[in-house]
């Protein structure tokens, strides 16, 4: 997978190589539809775009600023390669468990080379409950790969209660 990201001084420094194919840069850089300076969009071996991160983060970035916008998608961009190439079986991001996501909090905050502190697996969580959240609204899923709760952290599934900040998983009744 290939992934870029928005630069509208890219465009301007190669101003001439793209008007020689007959755009014109100005009106290309402030026309309604241009994605905002960041946005990063993904693409396949094909160069088609893939799917659904690209459009999830050109929804996102109507609402999210180019450094937030970079962050999350390298925080889904590490959620998608562990569930493909560390989880046993491999799965994606609208097929993955509310297990696999666990999986990956312990891995990610535990088990990693360099483990992420606090602040970085909240950040991380942000970006994936954001994800899910637009997955569910766009009716690519029927529902969340896990509950949450109202309080800060934690997700609950099947009457047990999750402790997603710290990756702490009980058999508590909730």
Same mark, same amino acid.
């Given at each position: 997978?290939? +992934? @870029? @990201?928005?630069? +509208?001084?890219? %465009?301007v420094r190669h101003r001439e190589a793209f008007g020689g194919f007959g755009f014109d840069v100005p009106a290309m850089l402030s026309a309604p539809m241009t994605l905002p300076e960041g946005t990063p969009f993904f693409l396949d071996?094909?160069?088609r775009p893939r799917e659904p991160k690209t459009s999830y983060f050109f929804y996102l970035a109507r609402h999210v600023e180019a450094e937030s916008l970079r962050d999350y998608a390298y925080d889904l961009m590490g =959620?998608?390669? @562990? =569930?493909?190439? %560390?989880?046993?079986?491999?799965?994606?991001?609208?097929s993955a468990s509310e297990e696999d996501l666990v999986a990956f909090q312990r891995w990610r905050t535990q088990l990693a080379p360099v483990p992420v502190g606090p602040a970085t697996w909240r950040r991380n969580r942000a970006a994936i409950n954001g994800f899910y959240?637009?997955?569910v609204g766009s009716g690519l899923l029927q529902q969340r790969p896990y509950l949450r709760r109202r309080t800060a952290g934690t997700l609950c599934r099947g009457?047990?209660? =999750?402790?997603w900040m710290c990756g702490i998983c009980r058999g508590r009744s909730g």
């Open positions: 997978m290939s +992934y @870029f @990201f928005t630069s +509208y001084s890219s %465009v071996e094909d160069m =959620l998608e390669d @562990f =569930l493909a190439r %560390v989880l046993d079986p491999p799965t994606d991001l609208l959240d637009w997955a009457g047990r209660q =999750l402790i």
